[in-house]
């Protein structure tokens, strides 16, 4: 049985953001950081960069059980 303390998720509504966006991505750390850097760069125009990346990976939060 898989355990979901693993498990993390990031909300986009918890980012300053202009288009209201509610996007909740949750997962494996690896996994949603990686779909929220794509989220970033595609839907909120940012661009690909170790502080993005570093800003995301701080908003990753456990996921409750």
Excluded at 15 to 36: H, M, Q, R, W
Excluded at 49 to 57: A, I
Aim: hydrophobic share 30%; glycine share 4%.
């Amino acid at each position: 049985m898989a355990t979901t303390s693993t498990r993390v998720y990031i909300d986009c509504a918890e980012f300053p953001n202009e288009k209201n966006c509610t996007l909740y991505i949750s997962g494996k750390p690896d996994e949603v950081l990686s779909t929220a850097v794509q989220h970033a760069i595609s839907v909120h125009g940012h661009k690909d960069s170790p502080e993005l990346r570093s800003e995301l990976q701080a908003g990753l939060k456990p996921e409750a059980a």
